[in-house]
């Protein structure tokens, strides 16, 4: 089992608390649409499929719009997408560049072709290319 200090536990969790979007993730509504994301795309990490080739499972939930620009989108699975905790960190940190609105119009994308199309092997990574030019 992992150790966890309880000095850096308690400082995450009073900067987690002191945010304006902290009352959004203890609501049972977020439970519930967060759930049903991660259900509809089968537990799997789309940006890890589409981007990077790989598949990698679901342990986050990502905001396309963050809740703090529009709290009205919080609970809208339009604007949710499953992520796997490493790929989120990417996708904030694209969204630091001069890149984001183009890394939203990117999610989105992903998104409905999944929701056209499903997972196919030949899709693996059909998207990096476009995140590598923002990258390079």
């Known amino acids: 089992m992992n150790h966890v200090c309880p000095h850096i536990s308690k400082a995450r969790s009073k900067y987690r608390n002191s945010r304006d979007d902290a009352k959004i993730y203890s609501d049972s509504r977020w439970d519930k649409v967060r759930a049903e994301v991660i259900d509809e795309c089968n537990s799997i990490c789309l940006w890890s499929f589409y981007v990077d080739g790989m598949i990698r499972s679901v342990d986050c939930v990502h905001h396309i719009c963050t809740v ?18 490493q790929e989120h960190k990417t996708v904030h940190k694209l969204y630091k560049t001069e890149y984001k609105n183009d890394v939203i119009r990117l999610l989105h994308s992903i998104k409905d072709y999944y929701n056209i199309n499903g997972l196919h092997m030949e899709d693996l990574g059909k998207y990096k290319s476009v995140v590598d030019n923002w990258t390079e």
């Open 68 to 85: 703090i620009e529009d709290k009205g989108q919080a609970y809208n699975k339009d604007n949710l997408i499953g992520l796997n905790s």
